[in-house]
């Protein structure tokens, strides 16, 4: 019997089908000007902060150095934050969607489906990379630009995409659902992303035990070593071994450490994540077929390992009138948040990355509890309170950018919403059950950093601190719960849902930081003025607050002091109530357009009390003449 595959050239069906609905969408324009002018925001704050000065030689090279980490720094970012997003969920929607069956029983092979599906998706983050080059070149004629960095950060920008695509490309072939999907890129990128780090930390660990490099203190701040390759140079040691595998070292290299990095050095990453790239996506053809045809028709086992804490959860041998061990939300007053509570368990994947999250806190968490419990004992570092707040406070809030929009957009795409809107629950329930679903999370990845920020204010009998500390993180999470929730009502494709709420947290996190940062180098009240924006940056404000507590534990021997302490504290109230306030603004924006939006009619309290009259006195009586909700099916149909 012959064969119905035959051999293509050139990328295939796939991928022209895939760029002939993606170039017919206004929103692929939109991104690339937004990028765009990104780049442009971040070249106007460095000539603003140029502007008024002489603009001799060695100004014009400051100029063109800060030019440079200004435009790779945000190009980089951008690209670590978008592309897992964009490709996580390129074979997880379509087996949502049964179509992945389809185009596995057509004559298509299964490497003109990945390959295909993986170009659609590398051709527009090449056309973000080509949007910045002619705008920084053209600053070049300034001087202090050398071309060779330029290209070379070019080069290892498109490498950085080449791993980010396959690789979530790659975890959406074995992930069920966009959300573990996603939730796998990221946690991916972070590894990739800490792995120097990691090393840096364990390095100066050991050598601190040894008095430190140089007799430099051991309480140098280590996270600094992922911005800044020259700071191992200036401790008297060279470049770590796991440096070129780093992105954010090769790009910044040419610069901060002259004579490290070449633009040899970094053609070699593009092809070493060429190849890296190549062979996942390789992985990806051979275990397409297999894996989807073992996951179709096959429910997710249950398993007893690595489950969540039961906050609250009822077994299910204890049915709905049993209690957990903790207090949790009641059937009756919210049936949505009850089933978010109780029902929506995550798969062994979302629960392995919880795991190696809540360990990866406590382990990092552990040293600054017992030292700020224990009276008389010094903290560790002021630099190791900002390296397990930063990291828990972060990572965990992109994990909740991805959960709070995927939480309704999944059942959006299931189907299940529909049903939902069909039953007689006002819309207030259904939202608020979906945005406490989503919040918990904040509550659980703020319960360490609470506890090390209480601990701290008993030994120094402070009260403000603390709090403004809690409630940073708190109204920060409420910002991007509620986003979360808004974006997925609004927006009916889940991909660019997700895409969206975590661009809002990459502006949150890193983009706000980067204006901030480099429109306030300098030296005076600027710089202090600019320093108390930085607190809405959640790794920044979620330790600032404590420093001085910190240093008061350990540094007293120093000498050290805050001077703006009191301003600091002012700027934190102010954060928290316009971070509060936002919150409880797109909170009432999703209520108001939720029905607008998904197609259920508004609440008629008159149909609501007549339905009560037939249900209690019988069925003689009058039923109420219209139905008081409507799936988006049936109001098309209206």
């Not at 057509?106 to 051709?123: M, P």
């Not at 490498?159 to 069920?176: F, Q």
């Amino acid at each position: 019997m012959q064969s119905r595959r035959r051999w293509r050239l050139g990328p295939g069906p796939v991928f022209a089908w895939e760029w002939l609905t993606g170039s017919r969408r206004w929103q692929l324009y939109a991104g690339r000007v937004l990028f765009g002018m990104v780049l442009l925001l971040s070249i106007w704050a460095v000539w603003e902060r140029f502007a008024g000065r002489v603009m001799d030689l060695s100004v014009l090279g400051q100029l063109g150095t800060s030019l440079y980490v200004s435009y790779a720094l945000t190009q980089l970012g951008l690209v670590c934050l978008v592309t897992p997003a964009v490709t996580s969920g390129a074979i997880c929607q379509e087996k949502a969607r049964g179509s992945l069956l389809h185009l596995l029983t057509t004559d298509l092979s299964d490497a003109e489906i990945v390959f295909g599906k993986l170009l659609a998706r590398l051709v527009p983050v090449g056309m973000l990379l080509a949007t910045g080059v002619p705008v920084l070149m053209i600053c070049g004629l300034l001087g202090g630009l050398d071309p060779n960095a330029v290209l070379g950060a070019v080069a290892v920008t498109a490498g950085t995409a080449l791993l980010c695509c396959s690789g979530a490309l790659m975890i959406s072939v074995w992930a069920r659902k966009p959300h573990g999907a996603l939730m796998g890129a990221y946690f991916a990128l972070t590894m990739w992303l800490l792995l120097v780090p990691a090393g840096e930390i364990v390095a100066l660990f050991g050598l601190s035990l040894m008095g430190g490099p140089g007799g430099q203190p051991s309480w140098l701040p280590v996270l600094f070593l992922l911005f800044e390759p020259g700071a191992r140079l200036s401790l008297g040691m060279p470049p770590s071994w796991l440096a070129p595998l780093h992105p954010f070292w090769m790009v910044l290299a040419p610069y901060s450490a002259p004579g490290t990095v070449t633009l040899a050095d970094q053609l070699r990453f593009l092809g070493l994540s060429a190849l890296g790239s190549g062979v996942m996506a390789l992985v990806s053809v051979r275990s397409l077929r297999r894996v989807y045809l073992g996951q179709l028709g096959r429910p997710r086992k249950a398993t007893k390992y690595l489950r969540l804490p039961q906050f609250g959860r009822r077994k299910p041998e204890q049915g709905l009138g049993g209690r957990g061990w903790l207090p949790g939300p009641s059937l009756d007053a919210n049936p949505v948040l009850w089933r978010e509570w109780h029902r929506n368990a995550p798969s062994l994947p979302q629960r392995i990355l919880w795991h190696i999250f809540v360990i990866t806190s406590v382990v990092l968490y552990l040293p600054l509890i017992v030292d700020a419990a224990m009276p008389g004992r010094p903290m560790l570092s002021e630099w190791l309170l900002g390296v397990a707040n930063g990291f828990t406070v972060t990572y965990g809030l992109l994990l909740l950018s991805v959960s709070s929009s995927t939480s309704m957009s999944e059942e959006r795409a299931r189907g299940s919403l529909d049903i939902l809107m069909s039953t007689p629950l006002p819309t207030s329930k259904i939202v608020w059950g979906k945005w406490w679903g989503a919040y918990r999370g904040v509550l659980f990845l703020a319960l360490m950093p609470a506890a090390v920020a209480v601990l701290l204010g008993v030994k120094n009998l402070k009260v403000l601190e603390p709090t403004l500390t809690i409630g940073l993180i708190l109204s920060q999470g409420a910002i991007l719960t509620s986003l979360g929730v808004l974006l997925a009502t609004r927006i009916e494709k889940q991909g660019r849902a997700v895409g969206l709420s975590v661009a809002a947290f990459g502006a949150l996190s890193f983009g706000w930081p980067l204006l901030v940062v480099v429109m306030g180098l300098g030296t005076g009240p600027r710089q202090r003025g600019l320093e108390a924006l930085l607190l809405q940056a959640p790794w920044y404000g979620s330790h600032r607050l404590l420093d001085p507590m910190v240093e008061w534990t350990s540094y007293r021997s120093y000498g050290w002091r805050y001077d703006n302490a009191a301003e600091i504290l002012t700027w934190g109230a102010i954060w928290l109530v316009l971070n509060t306030m936002l919150a409880a603004l797109l909170v009432a924006r999703t209520l108001s357009g939720f029905n607008r939006h998904l197609g259920r009619m508004d609440e008629n309290p008159d149909y609501a009390g007549r339905a009560t009259v037939v249900l209690e006195s019988g069925p003689d009586l009058p039923l109420p003449q219209g139905p008081t909700t409507l799936a988006p099916s049936a109001a098309r149909q209206t």
